[in-house]
């Protein structure tokens, strides 16, 4: 099964923002991409305006 879900990094912890079905325990694989507005912030510099 392959699922895109999106997620917020607080404190060092990967906290869901939406239920996934995983049985307890089970290790999956994570992929992480940044937004569109997050990679552009980064490539031109924080403004404020992007």
Known sequence: ???VV???YERGVLRLLEPVDLREGEEIRVRI???VRERLRDLIGY???V
């Open 1 to 3: 099964m392959s699922k």
């Open 6 to 8: 999106r997620v917020k």
């Open 33 to 35: 991409e940044r937004s």
């Open 47 to 49: 403004t404020g305006r």
